[in-house]
């Protein structure tokens, strides 16, 4: 009797578990999705998704695949449709856990996966000195009560030098009004940016693009001026909202002098 008592309760848990493991995964991906669906409809703050659901998601991820791994050990009592759960549970827990994980670690140091993350600001650009101007954009930043355009002075600079040592100006030696030609190329064909104004006149470009995943509006700025006998490219990307942008501006920076520098020649 005892045995059958021990048989029929592993027999609940190989049916059992590959479920609970499988909708907690299904739950997560909910969970992960409402969290920008949420912020771009006007549901809640950013803040809010941030903090009161993408970071809850990230347990109940992590829940997923141990209960999904548990899962397993009934391995030779579980049926072929509970197999598939618990690998499905498994696989997508571990996924959606991995990628917060990954996202938070730019912003905050966690231990054993980045101790020394990047600074918790939001305006890059490749002259600390003199940074160039939005202008096109800020009636467009107003109307989303957006971050100031004022640059915030030598501190920020620091920290952008000290977080971001390659985020520099390009210098070619191309006379100032062909290289913004070749510029102003570049930067419509960058794909994901919409340019807002481009003026030959003052050689600048500006532009916006919407962070794929939580749909976050940043705006940039790209100036030629002249160097010497040749010109020099600079470029400001600055988030709309939020004090951290877990280094998207830099990256935008950094992948559109890639497509530039070879078009200078």
Do not use: C
């Not at 030629?224 to 490219?233: F, K, P």
């Not at 990256?251 to 078009?263: G, H, Q, T, V």
């Amino acid at each position: 009797m005892a045995d059958m008592a021990v048989s029929a309760g592993e027999s609940r848990m190989a049916y059992y578990l590959p479920r609970l493991g499988f909708w907690l995964a299904v739950l997560s991906g909910l969970m992960l999705a409402a969290a920008p669906l949420g912020w771009r409809l006007g549901v809640w703050h950013f803040r809010t998704a941030f903090w009161y659901v993408m970071e809850p998601t990230f347990f109940v991820g992590v829940g997923a695949a141990m209960v999904s791994l548990l899962a397993l050990f009934w391995w030779r009592t579980t049926s072929g449709g509970s197999r598939v759960m618990a690998l499905a549970g498994l696989a997508a827990g571990l996924l959606i856990a991995s990628h917060l994980l990954q996202l938070y670690a730019k912003a905050f140091p966690i231990p054993l996966v980045n101790n020394t993350p990047l600074p918790r600001i939001h305006d890059i650009t490749t002259d600390v000195e003199n940074p160039p101007a939005f202008a096109a954009t800020l009636a467009l930043r107003g109307a989303e009560k957006g971050n100031s355009a004022t640059y915030a002075g030598q501190e920020l600079a620091k920290q952008t030098q000290a977080a971001y040592p390659d985020i520099a100006p390009l210098k070619s030696g191309l006379a100032p009004d062909e290289a913004y030609k070749r510029a102003n190329e570049t930067a419509h064909g960058m794909a994901g940016w919409t340019i807002i104004k481009s003026d030959p006149a003052a050689r600048t470009i500006e532009g916006s693009q919407r962070t794929l995943f939580m749909g976050f509006t940043d705006d940039f700025v790209i100036r030629v001026s002249s160097d010497g006998v040749g010109s020099r490219i600079d470029m400001r990307s600055e988030s709309r909202q939020g004090t951290s942008d877990f280094g998207v501006n830099a990256k935008r920076i950094s992948a559109y002098m890639k497509a530039l520098k070879p078009k200078l020649g």
